[in-house]
């Protein structure tokens, strides 16, 4: 049996959930019941929305910040990155402190590797 959506309507209500979910989770996912199962899922789905909602995550203003936003997404290293685009690491570390403008080799392997729209990429260059 289905449970009826959840949702979040002030910091309160959340804060309680997020107390709820934490205990949850704490017991570990083999010892939930089926229903718990449903519940943590149900409570999670409903905090990830408020947290849509009220806390949403500001978007990348520059190509180093998407990169890095890309690299937090993928688990990557500078040195993976590096490897991955086919770049120095130093050329890499420069690019995305700031100190180095992109050039199209670059800006070519993040639209390709990363999947960075190429649209925001000729915005910032």
């Not at 949403?56 to 993976?80: C, D, H, R, S």
């Not at 990155?81 to 086919?86: F, N, P």
């Amino acid at each position: 049996m289905r449970t009826k959506q959840i949702t979040y309507k002030d910091e309160a209500s959340y804060n309680t959930a997020m107390e709820e979910i934490l205990s949850l989770m704490n017991k570990g996912e083999a010892n939930l019941t089926p229903a718990e199962t449903e519940k943590l899922r149900n409570m999670a789905l409903a905090a990830e929305a408020y947290e849509d909602r009220y806390y949403p995550m500001p978007m990348p203003n520059t190509i180093g910040q998407m990169v890095g936003l890309k690299m937090y997404e993928m688990k990557l290293t500078q040195t993976a990155l590096a490897e991955m685009l086919g770049l120095a690491r130093p050329k890499l570390s420069q690019i995305l402190s700031g100190k180095r403008e992109p050039d199209v080799p670059f800006l070519k392997a993040v639209y390709q590797k990363l999947k960075i729209d190429p649209g925001f990429l000729l915005d910032k260059a």
